[in-house]
């Protein structure tokens, strides 16, 4: 199966660059190949990098599912630990809406889906049932929601209304975008981060993203038999 994976950063991937990747030609971030139908790409942190960059390579390679992986913040209500590995159960945009006086609204409260449908999705988006269920069969991995902010959540205060709001176990800058792209054009698609902070937390000091690095790309390894 011809798979892309993408990540926001080089440093996300830097374990799996020890492979004999060729270079290819991409005009938005890097994107690298292995014989037999493994890409990868490096398209930049947050959602409008995201989207730009995995719709022109889905265009120039069409490979039949995505793989996004890197970093994220675990909630502390989630009970990951830093260090640990998750796989999407399915994305939420979890800033994407209205900002009132008296409160936060989602884009149905706006009466705008994100994409028309049938069915019309607003916030949520699904990930690949079959995909993500080997995912995490490899990588030994829980499937819970992940969210995504365009916005980096910068205190526990707020940490904790978002948990409240949406539930969400793991917060990154980009699934969300990823998974949308991949629901507009129809490609199976899929999300694995190690957890590197905890939501909230602005001491880099108590960060593991050397930890989360490693257990990522050793999830992605098992998953990908490398
Ligand atoms: O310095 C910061 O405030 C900062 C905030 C978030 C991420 C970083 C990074 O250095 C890594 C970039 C990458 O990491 C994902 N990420 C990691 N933790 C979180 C989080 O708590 N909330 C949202 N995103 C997170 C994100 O997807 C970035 O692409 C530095």
């Not at 926001?8 to 139908?37: H, I, Q």
């Not at 995201?50 to 992986?69: D, K, M, R, Y």
């Not at 796989?87 to 945009?93: D, F, L, N, T």
């Not at 991949?182 to 490609?187: H, Q, R, S």
Request: hydrophobic share 50%; glycine share 10%; aromatic share 8%.
């Amino acid at each position: 199966m011809s798979t892309l994976l993408i990540t926001a950063t080089a440093l996300e991937a830097a374990p799996l660059k020890a492979l004999p990747w060729r270079a290819r030609p991409f005009p938005l971030g890097e994107l690298y190949a292995l014989p037999g139908g493994l890409y990868l790409a490096h398209l930049g942190v947050a959602k409008v990098n995201t989207a730009a960059g995995l719709a022109l390579a889905l265009q120039q390679l069409a490979p039949e599912a995505v793989v996004q992986f890197g970093v994220g913040g675990a909630f502390a209500a989630s009970g990951l630990p830093l260090g640990g590995v998750a796989v999407a159960s399915g994305e939420v945009h979890m800033d994407t809406g209205v900002q009132l006086e008296r409160g936060w609204q989602d884009m149905e409260a706006l009466g705008f889906p994100l994409l028309p449908g049938p069915p019309p999705r607003f916030n949520h988006f699904p990930t690949d049932l079959a995909l993500s269920a080997a995912l995490a069969e490899a990588a030994r991995a829980p499937r819970v929601l992940f969210g995504t902010s365009e916005c980096v959540t910068g205190s526990f205060g707020a940490a904790a209304r978002l948990y409240a709001r949406f539930g969400a176990a793991i917060e990154s800058m980009e699934g969300a975008a990823a998974a949308q792209v991949c629901a507009a054009l129809k490609v199976p698609f899929a999300e694995v981060r190690g957890v590197s902070n905890r939501v909230g937390e602005r001491d880099k000091a108590r960060w593991d993203l050397p930890g989360a690095v490693r257990a990522v790309n050793a999830a992605l390894k098992a998953f990908l038999d490398l």
